[in-house]
């Protein structure tokens, strides 16, 4: 979809839509991101699923990538309370997972962080955030794999102070996520979303908020095609 005929559709979805959906929808974007993103290893508990995708939703998370390899990730409706609808989900079963996942997040520029709980990995208040950071997480049971914590551009930790030796999954990543948006939004790093990424998700937004807003697009779009079309023909010197 070029640049005019998604500012066209955005228009006429926004007729579609109240204004305080329409507002909000504008502050939800301002405080977007995907300068953080969150990427999760066979977390495969229904609560801690739901829990993290509600989570990175209300922090302003926009993209989650879930790997699947021995188990299958589930959420669960009346904990996620429609997290679901508003953020990226990027789910890839089976195969070399990681690997593959690690080298695609690299070549949209972002580091590798994965989370342990060896002393001797870099303490969360001392992270750089000046690149794009994958922040990647493990199973309930045993964290993340051997292939994980390989392949990845370094290691972050979590202080504890108890005789319990490590955090629940979705409360390691509401700490971690919590601490470093804090941190990235007092600073000058150009965290927000740029400009087509806000539009192709005011665009889905509208489309999610508005009774039958996808059928309403699709209608649209084949019009607006239609009238172009028309519009090229009509244009055409004579003999051409």
Known sequence: ?????????????????????????????????RHLTVVLEDVYQPHNASAILRTCECLGIQDVHVLERRYRYRANRDIVMGANKWVTLHRRPNGRGAIDQFAALRRQGYRIAAFTPNVSATDLDSVDLTHPLALVFGTELDGL???????????????????????????????????????????????????EDRDHLMLEWLCRSVRAGNLILKRFVKNYEINATHSISTKAPLGS
């Open 1 to 33: 979809m070029d640049a005019a005929l998604l500012h066209a559709a955005i228009d006429h979805l926004k007729s579609f839509a109240t204004e305080p959906r329409v507002a909000l929808i504008d502050q939800v974007l301002q405080h977007r991101t």
């Open 145 to 195: 794999s051997q292939d994980s914590l390989a392949d990845a551009d370094l290691s972050i930790a979590l202080p504890i102070y108890g005789f319990t030796q490590s955090y629940n999954v979705s409360v390691t990543v509401a700490l971690t996520l919590q601490s470093l948006l804090c941190r990235l939004r007092q600073s000058d790093i150009p965290w927000r979303l740029g400009p």
